[in-house]
Structures are given as C-alpha cells and as structure tokens.
Nanobody, 118 residues
Framework: QVQLVESGGGLVQAGGSLRLSCAASERALYTMGWFRQPPGKEREFVAAIRWSTGSAAYADSVKGRFTISGDNAKNTVYLQMNSLKPEDTAVYYC?????????????WGQGTQVTVSS
C-alpha cells in the first residue's frame, strides 16, 4: 500500500502563493498529481506529472498560475500555486497512480486545506 503524505496548505490572501508537497512511500507510480474538492462540490483534477517523461497536465482553471514539478529521487511532487483566487479554496488531495496488468490503482493522501480570502 502506497502512502502519500501532504504538506503546505494554509490560509492566504487573493493574489498570494502557496506550495504544496506530497511524498510517496515508494516508487513505481506512473503519475503523481493533485485533485481538489471545493466546499459542496465534487472532487476535480488539478494537475499531474508523468514520472517517465516529466510531462505535466493541468486543468484549464489553473493553467498559467499553477506549476507541478517532481523530485524523482525523493518520490516527491510539488504544486506551486501563484495568483491564487478565492475559487481555489478547497481541500487538495495528492494522487498517485500505479498501472497494473488489470488496470490502474489510485492512492490518495489525507488532504490539505487551502483557503484563499478575498
């Protein structure tokens, strides 16, 4: 069972920045990334990085403001969030995905709260 440990959430004013970190307990993950769940809404994709190529994908709502990066040696992924908006307020969950012969397995962190005040 892969464990994901997140850190870096908090309270920030609109226009500010935060950086989230997520450390995985082991390698062999195909991708790592972030999802978020705003109050009263469904969980949604934010960003992800593929370890084999370093390529990244982003939700349209965060493109140009958020940057995902990874440190392969530390099994850690980072999410740099700039120009934060009140609508970015959510619980952010780290995701790790493993590809198996049967399909894919998703692992989740415990979640970290990000609150952006206007």
């Amino acid at each position: 069972q892969v464990q994901l440990v997140e850190s870096g959430g908090g309270l920030v004013q609109a226009g500010g920045s935060l950086r989230l970190s997520c450390a995985a307990s082991e390698r062999a993950l195909y991708t790592m990334g972030w999802f978020r769940q705003p109050p009263g809404k469904e969980r949604e994709f934010v960003a992800a990085i593929r370890w084999s190529t370093g390529s990244a994908a982003y939700a349209d709502s965060v493109k140009g403001r958020f940057t995902i990066s990874g440190d392969n040696a530390k099994n850690t992924v980072y999410l740099q969030m700039n120009s934060l908006k009140p609508e970015d307020t959510a619980v952010y969950y780290c995701n790790g995905r493993r590809i198996t012969r049967e399909g894919q397995i998703d692992y989740w962190g415990q979640g970290t709260q990000v609150t952006v005040s206007s």
